[in-house]
């Protein structure tokens, strides 16, 4: 490990991986993981966006490429904490979904997912355990959400994903988690307003359906993930952490 790491971090001593770390969450969650002083690998389709997210390693993946992911694995080897991150939310109905667009969702949101964790497992497994983070969603079975179906379906399936890992796995030493976000401020949701004939209209409505009256940060989700990653969070799995300002409570 390189020595200018910070040794007495929540995350000293541990190798991260995480992917879509090139904005959002994946950005605030490396950066927060690097901060707590893991080896921090940091992986996006856009690598040349990954320069200055504070992380040990940064390398081009596409995890929809099976061949990439495994090549990556092999040179990668164990890790301590495996952080699912990469996504595509569909605005519509079933009936605005069309057979691409449900392939296209369901590929990336849980297909990713399992392709990395199929991936990393043996090797978590061979040394001695692991933590697999999944980032899941409200839209999915938590609650139903208008306009979410594809996006919902695959996060809900994320969260079955989930829960099947940490049942299988518990007795070598293998957490699985997910976290399920509300609504939070990443480039991806700013994209879909935009898109919104109105945006400030889009924004309002937004901020409107959340209890606490704002939209949740980045920030406060990767210090989630950090404690998910982290030897705190050692009697955890299977779970599956909303945090979303109270949205689904209501």
């Given at each position: 490990m390189?020595?200018?790491?910070?040794?007495?971090?929540?995350?000293?001593?541990?190798?991260?991986?995480?992917?879509?770390?090139?904005?959002?969450?994946?950005?605030?969650?490396?950066?927060?993981?690097a901060?707590?002083?893991?080896y921090?690998?940091?992986?996006?389709?856009?690598?040349?966006?990954?320069?200055?997210?504070?992380?040990?390693?940064?390398?081009?993946?596409?995890?929809?490429d099976r061949?990439?992911?495994?090549?990556?694995?092999?040179?990668?080897?164990?890790?301590?904490?495996?952080?699912?991150?990469?996504g595509?939310?569909?605005?519509?109905?079933?009936l605005?979904?069309?057979?691409?667009?449900?392939?296209?969702?369901?590929?990336?949101?849980?297909?990713?997912?399992?392709?990395l964790?199929?991936?990393?497992?043996?090797a978590?497994?061979?040394?001695?355990?692991?933590s697999?983070?999944?980032?899941?969603?409200?839209?999915?079975?938590?609650i139903?959400v208008?306009?979410?179906?594809v996006?919902?379906?695959?996060?809900?399936?994320?969260?079955?994903?989930?829960?099947?890992?940490?049942?299988?796995?518990?007795?070598?030493?293998?957490?699985?988690?997910a976290?399920?976000?509300?609504?939070?401020?990443?480039?991806?949701l700013?994209?879909?307003?935009?898109?919104?004939?109105?945006y400030?209209?889009?924004?309002a409505?937004?901020?409107?359906?959340?209890?606490?009256?704002?939209?949740?940060?980045?920030?406060?989700?990767a210090?989630?993930?950090v404690?998910?990653?982290?030897?705190?969070?050692?009697?955890?799995?299977?779970?599956?952490?909303?945090i979303?300002?109270?949205?689904?409570?209501?």
């Amino acid at each position: 490990m390189p020595t200018d790491l910070n040794t007495q971090g929540r995350l000293a001593g541990k190798k991260v991986l995480l992917t879509a770390a090139a904005q959002g969450i994946g950005r605030a969650s490396a950066v927060a993981m690097a901060r707590e002083g893991a080896y921090v690998i940091a992986t996006d389709l856009r690598e040349s966006n990954l320069a200055d997210v504070g992380a040990t390693e940064v390398r081009q993946l596409d995890v929809t490429d099976r061949d990439a992911v495994l090549r990556l694995a092999d040179e990668v080897g164990a890790v301590d904490a495996l952080f699912n991150c990469a996504g595509f939310v569909h605005h519509g109905t079933i009936l605005d979904c069309a057979e691409a667009d449900w392939d296209f969702s369901m590929e990336l949101n849980v297909g990713a997912a399992y392709r990395l964790t199929r991936a990393f497992l043996p090797a978590m497994i061979e040394a001695g355990g692991g933590s697999i983070i999944n980032m899941a969603s409200v839209a999915s079975s938590v609650i139903g959400v208008p306009n979410r179906f594809v996006y919902g379906a695959s996060k809900g399936a994320v969260i079955g994903l989930t829960r099947s890992i940490a049942a299988d796995f518990a007795g070598k030493g293998i957490r699985c988690n997910a976290i399920a976000p509300g609504t939070v401020e990443t480039p991806s949701l700013d994209e879909r307003m935009r898109a919104q004939p109105d945006y400030e209209a889009a924004r309002a409505a937004f901020i409107a359906r959340q209890p606490m009256g704002r939209i949740g940060t980045p920030e406060e989700i990767a210090e989630l993930v950090v404690y998910l990653a982290s030897d705190m969070s050692a009697f955890m799995s299977g779970s599956v952490l909303t945090i979303d300002g109270g949205w689904s409570n209501i």
